[in-house]
């Protein structure tokens, strides 16, 4: 897996601290269905099979991402102190049971890091001045320009989201969460020496946050200073130790160290971590392959992977799993298995 699929797929996660105009579902009178609901849980939340915190996990979902509530169950929980509902919810092509008292009504724009690709950029996209008007009324004007440069971000504007966010920094220097956002935003656009000073001050301000470790990780990478990128990744998972691409790149980065063993076992553990994540089988796919040659295991993890919408493009990038399987993805058995395999 290219890490910029960190940055695109994975989450990367999306975790925070700290949380803005929100309020835990659990402690709402009304229980509305088919209602949209974000998050809250600093280490993401697990969807489960069936309503209760024994039952097996389905995928984990990260800090801050959306999910439909289908209906509240009958069973209730105390975690952490909070005394919740069970509620039927749907995420992505998942279906299954979250804990409520984690959940809010409200979205939130701190700690992004898992959902834009580099190559979505639009080609217009340009350091413009912002709206002198933007946020002028705002209660939260922080908070306003964190979520206008998220807006930015998902539409393909980069460049114009570092503009936001620096807004947001010119109030307040230290908010650790605007700068892992637009150190993520020079990422997304290759300015990799900015990117780094601002996970680098990030982690100055708040020490035991995972995420500036994990994307600094990333950028690591795609300068191919491994050994850093290790370091920050085992960094991540101490501050954090469910996050699951942490594990995922910490394998990752194995693989491109070709430590064969040393990238099964974590990619092993990033499996188990989030099995309803596509680049643990993916990666797993290249080990079986480079390891044993063992096509008949490599073709059943990498459909795995496609089933739970691994990027079909990634198998022919060579910055990505493309390297690993030059020459054979161009074989007719390999053409064969793609044709077979890609999404409608």
């Known amino acids: 897996m290219d890490v910029r699929r960190s940055l695109g797929f994975l989450i990367f996660f999306l975790f925070s601290t700290l949380l803005l105009h929100c309020s835990s579902l659990g402690l709402k009178k009304s229980e509305p269905n088919d209602s949209i609901a974000y998050v809250t ?5 697990f969807l489960r099979e069936k309503p209760g915190k024994i039952y097996p996990k389905i995928t ?16 209730e929980d105390t975690i952490e102190n909070i005394r919740a509902k069970w509620v039927e919810v749907k995420y992505k092509d998942f279906k299954g049971y979250m804990f409520s008292g984690f959940l809010s009504n409200s979205p939130f724009t701190y700690g992004i890091s898992d959902q834009f690709h580099s190559s979505n950029a639009k080609p217009d996209d340009h350091f413009d001045a912002l709206d002198p008007n ?3 009324n705002a209660y939260d004007k922080v908070y306003c320009f964190s979520n206008h440069g ?3 971000l998902k539409d393909g504007y980069y460049k114009k989201a570092t503009t936001s966010f620096t807004s947001g920094l010119n109030l307040e220097p230290n908010n650790h969460h605007l700068l892992i956002n637009r150190g993520y935003a020079y990422t997304l656009f290759g300015d990799y020496e ?10 100055q301000v708040n020490p035991n946050g995972y995420l500036a470790y994990f994307d600094r990780a990333v950028v690591y990478t795609k300068l191919k200073k491994f050994d850093l990128a290790l370091l920050d990744l085992k960094k991540s998972i101490q501050h954090n130790s469910q996050s699951c691409m942490s594990y995922n790149n910490l394998g990752w980065v194995h693989l491109l160290r070709s430590e064969w063993e040393k990238a099964k076992i ?13 680049y643990p089988y993916a990666n797993l796919a290249i080990y079986h392959y480079m390891t044993k040659k063992d096509k008949v295991q490599t073709f059943e993890l990498l459909k795995k992977a496609l089933e739970l919408h691994y990027d079909i493009r990634i198998l022919y990038d060579n910055e990505g799993d ?10 007719p058995e390999f053409l064969k298995f793609i044709d077979k395999n890609k999404p409608n």
């Open 322 to 331: 493309g390297q690993f399987y030059k020459e054979w993805n161009q074989s």
């Open 134 to 136: 933007l946020c002028k």
């Open 266 to 278: 974590e990619l092993e553990k990033a499996r188990d971590c989030d099995p309803g994540s596509p």
């Open 194 to 203: 900015k990117s780094l000073i601002d996970f680098e001050k990030a982690i």
């Open 60 to 75: 984990l979902v990260p800090f801050g991402k959306e999910i439909i509530i289908l209906k509240y169950t009958d069973v």
């Open 150 to 152: 998220y807006k930015l």
């Open 41 to 45: 849980a600093k280490s993401g939340l």
